[in-house]
């Protein structure tokens, strides 16, 4: 079983749409949990980052950890075409450790 | 600033030969990580320094590769002999810790594509 597990996609939806993305762990040690979003041919950039369990709300974009379930979701609201992306998740048992990334789902949203 | 600088941008070359991807960080970030990502194994985490000291190299895949930070502005990834199962796009990143920072967020340049033929 991989450390990180993603739903690879790829997933379509009409603009407007509500998006879910998904992560499952294994490592209970995680305690950092990110969100980062990468354009075809470019780095991954961070987009969410949050600590422990809870949630945390930008914009149109809300994270949610719940380390019971060893589980992590990503919602975006109002998709926009920009938003076409691959969304990878990322964890790491400390602020001061290796950051291991899931494999990342692949996210159209259609005009 | 202009980010983490990756070079070169592309790759091609002969299987093996020996290949050197350079990366220079962001002035002042005292991490540097080196992934690679394929479609198979997505990104993975080959090797990673703090203040320019190797602190974990469990992803190096093979004695074939090495990495090596021989000042805060510069690092190189070298690959002696390549193979074509190195074929992968292999990112550089950096990032700051301490001072309320941590070295999760990461600052990832535009990564080398890399073909060995």
């Known amino acids: 079983q991989k450390e990180v597990e993603q739903d690879p996609g790829p997933l379509s939806v009409p603009e407007g749409a509500i998006v879910s993305l998904n992560c499952t762990y294994s490592n209970s040690a995680f305690q950092y949990f990110m969100w980062y979003r990468q354009y075809s041919r470019k780095g991954p950039e961070l987009l969410m980052y949050?600590?422990?369990?809870g949630n945390k709300e930008d914009g149109r974009f809300t994270a949610q950890v719940d380390k019971s379930s060893k589980y992590i979701s990503l919602f975006i609201r109002d998709s926009q075409p920009s938003d076409s992306a691959t969304y990878l998740c990322a964890m790491s048992p400390s602020s001061y450790d290796k950051v291991i990334f899931g494999p990342g789902t692949s996210l159209s949203v259609i005009p | 600033d202009a980010g983490v600088i990756q070079s070169p941008r592309h790759e091609v070359t002969e299987m093996g030969q020996e290949v050197t991807l350079r990366c220079k960080p962001i002035?002042?970030?005292?991490?540097l990580f080196w992934y690679r990502q394929t479609m198979m194994r997505g990104l993975e985490l080959l090797i990673y320094?703090?203040?320019?000291?190797?602190?974990?190299d469990s992803g190096m895949p093979e004695d074939r590769f090495s990495a090596k930070m021989p000042n805060a502005s510069f690092s190189t990834l070298k690959i002696q002999p390549s193979e074509p199962r190195d074929s992968a796009v292999y990112f550089c990143?950096?990032?700051?810790?301490?001072?309320?920072?941590?070295?999760?967020?990461?600052?990832f340049g535009s990564g080398t594509q890399l073909s060995v033929l």
């Open positions: 949050t600590y422990s369990s």
């Open positions: 320094f703090n203040n320019n000291v190797p602190i974990d």
């Open positions: 002035s002042g970030h005292d991490y």
């Open positions: 990143a950096s990032s700051l810790a301490g001072a309320g920072n941590t070295n999760e967020k990461l600052f």
